[in-house]
């Protein structure tokens, strides 16, 4: 955390659990002691349409809630990121999903700190067997990226989001989504 303040975008594709994803992040750091504002946006179509979610998590007072700064902005979708990637600095890292996404031209290595293309919903389908954990998958690559909260945390606050016949399932989930990360550092994804 930059001056002991992180903010965080996340956009895609209604129904792919990003919001649910922002609150359980916002809720491991409120566990950990730290500050948290949370905000969301979501088409007309609550599935299909495009959603954003925001965190700001700081040390202390926020007195802003809006991202205005992100040190990371993870996409999901084209169109996500097309309509919410405003803001995107040479402090901010960039993660796409490469399996759903086309490098977008007016990102690169000039715009932004760093661009990580992993294919996160080809991964999650390949390693776990369908699209569910998507988003659980999308929390381990930011914990593996930031550290901002604890693995324990975000794994406490994910069990109390899933349904208990799920919970396994998102725990690899948020394991697949670390090692993704750690591959990425190894095999030189990032772009």
Do not use: W
Not at 12 to 27: D, H, N, P, R
Not at 54 to 66: F, G, N, Q, V, W
Not at 170 to 184: F, Q
Request: aromatic share 2%.
């Amino acid at each position: 955390m930059d001056n002991g303040r992180f903010e965080l975008r996340l956009t895609g594709s209604g129904g792919q659990g990003l919001i649910l994803a922002s609150i359980i992040v916002a809720e491991a750091a409120i566990a950990e002691g730290k500050v948290v504002t949370q905000s969301q946006v979501y088409g007309a179509e609550a599935r299909g349409g495009t959603t954003k979610a925001e965190l700001i998590i700081s040390d202390r007072h926020i007195a802003y809630p809006k991202v205005t700064d992100p040190d990371l902005v993870a996409a999901l979708t084209n169109e996500g990121l097309k309509q919410y990637g405003g803001g995107i600095s040479r402090k901010t890292v960039v993660v796409i999903d490469s399996s759903t996404m086309a490098l977008p031209e007016s990102l690169n290595e000039e715009a932004c700190k760093t661009l990580l293309a992993l294919p996160i919903r080809n991964a999650t389908v390949e390693k776990l067997g369908s699209e569910l954990g998507l988003n659980v998958v999308l929390l381990g690559i930011i914990q593996g990226l930031t550290e901002v909260v604890s693995v324990e945390a975000l794994r406490t606050a994910v069990s109390l989001h899933v349904k208990k016949q799920y919970v396994d399932l998102n725990m690899r989930a948020l394991d697949l989504g670390i090692e993704m990360v750690r591959e990425s550092a190894t095999t030189g994804i990032r772009i």
